[in-house]
Structure formats: structure tokens, C-alpha cells
């Protein structure tokens, strides 16, 4: 064998070798994610995250997150109202904050949760007033920037005169959308 070929087959057996850590840490990186996660508050409200994003924005009622560590356009923010009386439906409400937000949705692109989807999360299966509406997909927004957006509402009460609701999306690139977009997820389904 020649000093080519032999640099050739070390280089590919390199490679391989690469991938294959790569497959692992990827395969890990849920558990790893699980792990570490931290609980954060908002309203009465309390769910797991992250310990990689980095709070930008917080208050009691509203708190951002981003990866500080990386250029990924990509952010997170959770915000909780308890004022107000209207009695819009939880569709008519999630309708009127795309809109705020100034996103519509690719009809092909779009995926519209239902109960079936989040029974995951152990706070609906004992609480049936629980109202939620979950919206995802690729997006344009104001009509320039394409995204992708993941927005979820949920009204706590079914009470009509009660417009307290927790409001929950992730914002990002088209590209970047599903590098955090299922950390995002897994804490929607931790909410407690």
C-alpha cells in the first residue's frame, strides 16, 4: 500500500469513527437534557427547561429564553395573563395573536395540536376545563421573514368570564427551527 491509500482508508475510518460519536451524543442528549433540566415558575405555572438557555427577559408573568452560547436564531418566551374578561373562544384567541404577531402559517407546513397529541402532559388528564390550542409550522412573518413558530395557549379555567391563559412560543429560523424546537416541546410537556 502506498502512503496515499493508507491516508485515505485512515481518513475514512476517522470519519466513521466521528459519526458514530456523533449518534451517541445525539442518542444522549435527551437523557442529558432530562438530567439537568431546570424548573422554572411563571404565574401558576411551573415547567422544566433547558439548563443550556440563557434567560434574556424575566418577570413574574413573562420570561424569555435564548442560547446564549451559540448564533442560532432562535428564542423562547412563556407569558402569563390573569386579567382580564373576554369571552373569546381559545381558537378566536390564539387567531387574534398570530395575527398581533403579524405570522401566517404555510397551509402545507402547519400542524394543529389536539388533545389526542398532548396526552402526555399529566395535567390534562385530571383537569377536562383545561382549554389549549397548539399551532406549529413553517411561517411567514410580516410578510418578509420566513420561520418557524410554535405557539401554544392554554386557557386553566373554562370559566367565561375568566381570560387567564398561559401563553408559550418558540421563534427561529426555518434551518434552526428543529435544533431546539423539540426542547421546547418536552417542556410544554412537562408543565405542571
Not at 424575566?58 to 428564542?75: A, C
Not at 401554544?152 to 379555567?157: A, D, E, I, M, T
Request: hydrophobic residues 40%.
Amino acid at each position: 500500500m502506498t502512503g496515499k491509500l493508507i491516508f485515505e482508508w485512515s481518513l475514512l475510518v476517522l470519519g466513521i469513527v466521528a459519526l458514530v460519536y456523533a449518534m451517541i451524543v445525539i442518542k444522549e442528549e435527551k437523557k442529558s437534557f432530562l438530567e439537568n433540566a431546570i424548573t422554572i415558575k411563571i404565574g401558576p405555572f411551573s415547567f422544566s427547561i433547558p439548563s443550556w438557555w440563557g434567560a434574556t427577559e424575566s418577570n413574574d408573568n413573562f420570561q424569555k429564553y435564548e442560547r446564549t452560547d451559540t448564533r442560532y436564531e432562535w428564542f423562547c418566551e412563556y407569558h402569563y395573563n390573569e386579567t382580564g374578561k373576554n369571552k373569546r373562544s381559545i381558537e378566536q384567541h390564539i387567531g387574534d395573536i398570530l395575527e398581533e404577531k403579524k405570522i401566517e402559517f404555510d397551509q402545507d407546513g402547519v400542524i394543529i395540536a389536539n388533545p389526542v397529541s398532548f396526552r402526555k402532559v399529566k395535567m390534562f388528564e385530571h383537569h377536562p376545563e383545561i382549554k389549549f390550542a397548539r399551532v406549529e409550522g413553517t411561517a411567514t412573518q410580516a410578510g418578509i421573514t420566513r420561520i418557524y413558530f410554535d405557539c401554544f395557549l392554554l386557557h386553566p379555567n373554562e370559566n367565561e368570564d375568566d381570560d387567564s391563559y398561559l401563553l408559550a412560543f418558540s421563534w427561529s429560523s426555518v434551518l434552526n427551527g428543529a435544533v431546539e424546537g423539540p426542547y421546547f416541546e418536552e417542556s410544554l410537556y412537562s408543565i405542571r
